[in-house]
């Protein structure tokens, strides 16, 4: 039974009608950044020419938060068409060569969709929520100019983070076959931050209120799940400084994981299959 309790991190991130602000912006690009976004932005207009619809940043380079060597760049692009498979291993290489060339970030995250899926009533608050809340526009027309705005509820809960049961097995496999330490240690950072944020989903509508820092959102969670606190404060920690140890990954779906889902599950409901 979660306890509640006032939790130490006031709601923020909310206009002054309640609604989720949009966070992010070029001009908090830190200096050492900006020439790999200024590359990122080129590369991506002559990858994909007039077939662009429009390009983002996320994360924490638009937020102002990203570190030197730590802190990778992550992009979302939208075309006018579906995109291919061709396009995808386009995007890959070209994530590939910046991340290269500029040791100022580690790695390249790129999400690529077509316009038409972007504004589907299906994604309306998946992935619709997050370019209207969470992306920076870098290149074109905005697609939040089309989508509704969003108040941290739970619909916007289920429909983000209601999945995670369903990622599981595909985690346990990716955990067996992982054979490097690099891989475990991208493996960790990426199953650390996304249990921290659907965590802090789930407490989200509660608090009333939206932050992107996995310290907080961690620290928000333990207010009311005061018994998984130190859990993900721990993860929180992680995805930000990940280890190679499997002994976290393997308890992050055997229990911290299995425990979400379920809990997930019966406050929100479970996401709309897609």
């Given at each position: 039974m979660?306890?509640?309790?006032?939790?130490?991190?006031?709601p923020k991130g909310l206009?002054a009608?309640?609604?989720i602000?949009?966070?992010g912006?070029?001009?908090?690009i830190?200096q050492?950044?900006r020439?790999v976004?200024?590359a990122?932005?080129d590369r991506v207009?002559?990858l994909?020419?007039?077939r662009?619809h429009?390009a983002?940043?996320y994360?924490?380079?638009?937020r102002?938060?990203?570190?030197?060597g730590?802190?990778?760049?992550?992009l979302?692009?939208?075309?006018?068409?579906?995109?291919?498979?061709?396009?995808?291993e386009g995007?890959r290489q070209?994530g590939?060569?910046?991340d290269?060339e500029?040791?100022q970030?580690?790695g390249?995250?790129?999400?690529?969709?077509?316009r038409?899926?972007?504004l589907?009533?299906?994604e309306r608050?998946?992935?619709?929520?997050?370019?209207a809340c969470?992306c920076?526009?870098?290149?074109?027309?905005d697609?939040?100019e089309?989508l509704p705005r969003?108040?941290p509820?739970?619909?916007l809960?289920?429909?983000?983070?209601?999945?995670?049961a369903v990622l599981?097995p595909?985690w346990r496999?990716?955990?067996?076959?992982?054979?490097s330490?690099e891989?475990?240690?991208r493996?960790?950072?990426?199953?650390?931050?996304?249990l921290?944020?659907?965590?802090f989903?789930l407490?989200?509508?509660?608090?009333?209120?939206?932050?992107s820092?996995?310290?907080?959102m961690?620290?928000?969670f333990a207010?009311?799940?005061?018994e998984?606190?130190d859990?993900l404060?721990t993860a929180?920690?992680?995805g930000?400084?990940?280890?190679?140890?499997?002994?976290v990954l393997?308890?992050y779906v055997?229990d911290?994981?299995p425990?979400l889902?379920?809990?997930?599950?019966?406050?929100h409901g479970?996401?709309?299959?897609?």
């Amino acid at each position: 039974m979660a306890a509640e309790t006032v939790p130490p991190i006031a709601p923020k991130g909310l206009d002054a009608q309640g609604y989720i602000e949009r966070e992010g912006s070029l001009g908090r690009i830190p200096q050492p950044f900006r020439p790999v976004v200024a590359a990122a932005r080129d590369r991506v207009l002559e990858l994909f020419g007039p077939r662009l619809h429009s390009a983002y940043l996320y994360g924490s380079i638009p937020r102002g938060t990203a570190r030197v060597g730590r802190s990778d760049l992550d992009l979302l692009l939208a075309l006018r068409d579906e995109p291919t498979d061709a396009d995808r291993e386009g995007v890959r290489q070209l994530g590939e060569a910046l991340d290269k060339e500029f040791p100022q970030i580690d790695g390249v995250g790129a999400l690529l969709y077509g316009r038409d899926v972007l504004l589907s009533d299906l994604e309306r608050h998946d992935m619709g929520w997050f370019v209207a809340c969470l992306c920076t526009p870098l290149l074109g027309d905005d697609l939040a100019e089309y989508l509704p705005r969003y108040r941290p509820d739970s619909l916007l809960a289920r429909e983000t983070n209601g999945d995670l049961a369903v990622l599981l097995p595909r985690w346990r496999v990716r955990i067996g076959t992982a054979d490097s330490e690099e891989t475990r240690t991208r493996l960790v950072r990426f199953m650390s931050r996304h249990l921290v944020r659907t965590a802090f989903t789930l407490v989200m509508p509660r608090w009333n209120g939206w932050t992107s820092d996995l310290g907080e959102m961690a620290e928000v969670f333990a207010a009311y799940y005061p018994e998984r606190g130190d859990q993900l404060r721990t993860a929180a920690g992680l995805g930000h400084a990940p280890t190679a140890d499997t002994a976290v990954l393997r308890a992050y779906v055997d229990d911290l994981g299995p425990w979400l889902a379920d809990e997930y599950a019966r406050v929100h409901g479970t996401k709309t299959p897609r």
